[in-house]
């Protein structure tokens, strides 16, 4: 073997790449000092692209497909290298391969929260985070813009610039949408369709393209997330009243299972409930008037069911228990009548409106008057 055959079999007469990682977007050939065979096989398989660049500029691009490195299938970098006069010798161009499928592991997510203006909560601030896709569109674009000489760009090199023109966009995206801060779940596929488009345009200065971006979540503060739960809660809840109500027969029922357990402190606070309600419905619609108490059950000398006539006004209405039995009502000048016939004495039970229970007159200090018109009983004969 003569020392150009030797030579001849150094050079390189493959070019291709086979990508065994999934982040890489763009690799460097490595020739390794050799140089590339006039006649050499370029091989760009399925989603990638081939930049040749020589000298610092770029010379040709292969779309994918086998070629065969010659004069008619290299038309810049032969007349760079002068090939249009017949040479036949191999070239120190070097080859880029372009990734050009989608990458669809890029994540992006805002670190500090993004402030809107909702129509019913006011100033929020929300953060969100979500996944999106990108590819190369234009590689020798992408070779100008942001690779330059590296002969291996990873995701990772362009990954966060990407994040932050994302965030940068997003909440102008959100605040244009117009959409409510409750019904941004049900328009998160739309807003991410608007804003794939306007990151694809932006981006296409540096030859990159979104076609997916997707927005997993929209979240608000903590406290905004409390005071929706409240919201929620009270939604579930409905009518107040009601449910007051249902809650005091659960808690009667629970006692009537459960006589003289915990159950009865629930009854307690079931009916306890129920009671405000009610009295803040008398008091609501009676302007505010003091009921009085009922009187003790007596034996009554009225006809039962008889309607009695309300008091006058001004007027104590005064009920007398003679023998067992409710006597009245009396104003003060009916009970002195009672009292000078014998009737009414200081052990007399009465009662009145505003009274907790019956007492003996004698007891009480608005009957003084009364009773001191009651001749003192006879001596003993």
Not at 150 to 163: H, I, K, W
Request: proline share 8%.
């Amino acid at each position: 073997m003569g020392l150009m055959d030797k030579l001849r079999g150094e050079l390189i007469d493959i070019v291709e790449w086979l990508d065994d990682s999934r982040d890489t977007i763009v690799w460097r050939f490595p020739r390794y000092q050799n140089e590339i065979k006039m006649g050499a096989k370029l091989v760009v398989r399925e989603s990638q692209t081939a930049v040749f660049v020589n000298e610092g500029k770029i010379a040709d691009v292969f779309p994918p497909g086998t070629y065969t490195l010659e004069t008619r299938n290299l038309p810049i970098l032969s007349t760079l290298k002068g090939w249009k006069y017949g040479f036949n010798s191999p070239f120190k161009a070097e080859v880029y391969f372009v990734n050009t499928r989608q990458f669809t592991d890029m994540k992006w997510g805002t670190q500090n929260p993004v402030i809107l203006r909702d129509a019913e909560f006011g100033v929020v601030r929300v953060r969100a985070f979500g996944a999106f896709a990108a590819r190369v569109v234009d590689p020798a674009q992408l070779l100008r813009e942001l690779v330059g000489t590296d002969p291996q760009f990873r995701t990772e090199e362009v990954q966060e610039y990407l994040r932050q023109l994302i965030v940068g966009r997003l909440g102008g995206a959100l605040a244009t949408a117009g959409v409510p801060l409750l019904d941004l779940a049900a328009h998160q596929d739309a807003i991410g369709r608007r804003l794939a488009a306007v990151l694809t345009e932006e981006l296409a200065e540096v030859g990159i393209a979104i076609p997916k971006f997707v927005i997993e979540n929209v979240s608000v503060p903590p406290e905004v997330e409390q005071a929706l739960d409240k919201r929620t809660s009270m939604g579930a809840v409905g009518d107040l009243d009601r449910y007051t109500r249902f809650q005091a027969a659960n808690a009667m029922e629970a006692a009537a299972n459960n006589p003289g357990g915990e159950a009865g402190a629930g009854i307690g606070l079931g009916l306890g409930m129920a009671m405000g309600q009610q009295m803040a419905r008398t008091m609501g619609g009676g302007g505010g008037a003091t009921q009085p108490a009922p009187a003790p059950a007596q034996p009554s000398a009225a006809q039962p069911g008889a309607a009695e006539p309300p008091p006058l006004p001004g007027q104590a209405q005064w009920y007398v228990g003679v023998g067992g039995q409710r006597q009245g009502p009396y104003d003060l000048g009916g009970l002195a009548e009672q009292a000078g016939a014998g009737a009414l004495g200081p052990d007399t039970l009465v009662w009145r409106a505003g009274m907790a229970q019956w007492q003996p007159a004698g007891q009480v200090p608005e009957l003084a008057s009364v009773l001191a018109s009651v001749p003192p009983p006879l001596p003993p004969q």
